[in-house]
């Protein structure tokens, strides 16, 4: 049994056809050892369609069909070990409809620009109460927070605030606003108004405005990013730590908490990170590590998701796509049923599609992309 270009499978004659002779020769032993030929020939891949047995994890965000021929798969690629795969183009995707594969000829196609459908947003809040904003380190700190703006600013919307141990967090630069340098050279002579630093509060603020950004963001597809930055732990004690538990386990929002210096400490605030959303470090010169590092990942999150298009030539009823992805190592699929009904000519494959603005969810964050 092995997989065809059609998407078809090479069978076995049913028993029904065997000669009389084969069929008498069934005996239990046979029909064990056929059985065990049958299931091994269906772990190969061929049994479950075109694409099957592949690790890739290609996580379904949305589909769309649409007259007057356009089907539309939004989705991300990553690896079985949840490295992001970038870099795809149209030759790393074949169609399928109903099993049988789709030729280029047959069917226009397209990867489109995801920037028209997402809207990206980063949030840094730095702790300016403890002892290293009088540091000789403190304006290298924020000179790599500007760093980290300018990378989400390629594709998104990026605010910096500060707080220390005052009840309010003090926005510094705003979501689409110009004059950064500026506001990073205040940055760098803002002094403490109290030193407890409120951390807890300052977390619970930032996730109500990026939940604020999100709610009120016209693009269908929406991604925040929180990026905490501090040398110690929550001093000032006004915001309960079971209720920051549970903003940041119920929140849309990916939390990133960048500690460093001898005065971190990781049990008191692993909690506050979404998944594996802590850099800690001991070591006060290691904020860049952990600051590039939230940028590299933020960048490779945007690549790996793919918009892609195509031009059915289906006119009725409700075929099933099958969108393989295959690298030069592995493969993966998305399935999608669509209704043809009411199809017809004219489709064009750039054609940006419509989605339906999705109610966000903790399942959204960049961090829990599944297979």
């Given at each position: ?137 403190f304006p290298d700190i924020v000179t790599a927070v500007g760093h980290l703006v300018s990378t ?32 990073l050279e205040s940055i760098r002579h803002f002094r403490p108004r109290n030193r407890n630093g ?135 699929r998305i399935v999608y049923k669509f209704n043809a009904a009411n199809f017809r000519s004219g ?25």
């Amino acid at each position: 049994m092995k997989e065809q270009a059609n998407g078809k499978c090479e069978r076995f004659r049913p028993l029904a056809d065997v000669s009389r002779v084969e069929r008498n020769a069934a005996s239990a032993p046979f029909a064990l050892a056929l059985l065990s030929t049958l299931v091994a020939l269906a772990a190969s891949g061929c049994a479950d369609g075109p694409g099957g047995g592949g690790n890739l994890r290609v996580k379904r965000i949305s589909m769309v069909a649409q007259p007057p021929g356009n089907v539309a798969a939004y989705f991300s690629v990553y690896t079985k070990d949840g490295a992001p795969v970038t870099d795809l183009d149209t030759p790393n995707f074949k169609i399928y409809e109903n099993n049988k594969l789709v030729s280029e000829k047959k069917a226009k196609r397209a990867l489109l620009e995801t920037r028209p459908v997402e809207a990206e947003y980063l949030l840094v809040l730095l702790d300016v109460s403890g002892p290293y904003v009088d540091g000789e380190d403190f304006p290298d700190i924020v000179t790599a927070v500007g760093h980290l703006v300018s990378t989400v600013e390629k594709t998104g919307e990026a605010a910096v605030s500060v707080f220390d141990g005052e009840d309010e967090i003090v926005p510094m630069l705003g979501f689409g606003a110009s004059g950064e340098k500026a506001a990073l050279e205040s940055i760098r002579h803002f002094r403490p108004r109290n030193r407890n630093g409120n951390l807890h509060g300052a977390i619970v603020q930032g996730l109500d405005e990026l939940e604020k950004q999100l709610d009120t963001a016209t693009a269908p597809f929406r991604y925040a990013t929180l990026v905490v930055v501090t040398d110690r732990v929550d001093i000032a004690k006004k915001v309960p730590l079971d209720t920051v538990k549970k903003r940041v386990a119920q929140t849309p929002v990916d939390v990133q908490i960048v500690a460093f210096g001898p005065k971190t400490n990781r049990p008191a605030l692993e909690p506050l990170a979404g998944p594996h959303g802590l850099f800690i470090s001991d070591e006060p010169k290691d904020f860049t590590k952990g600051l590039v590092a939230i940028g590299k990942k933020l960048d490779a999150a945007a690549n790996a998701r793919y918009l892609f298009s195509y031009c059915t030539n289906k006119r009725e009823g409700k075929p099933t796509l099958t969108l393989v992805i295959e690298t030069t190592d592995d493969r993966g699929r998305i399935v999608y049923k669509f209704n043809a009904a009411n199809f017809r000519s004219g489709c064009s494959a750039k054609h940006r599609p419509l989605f339906e603005k999705p109610a966000l969810g903790k399942g959204e964050k960049e961090g829990d992309e599944a297979p």
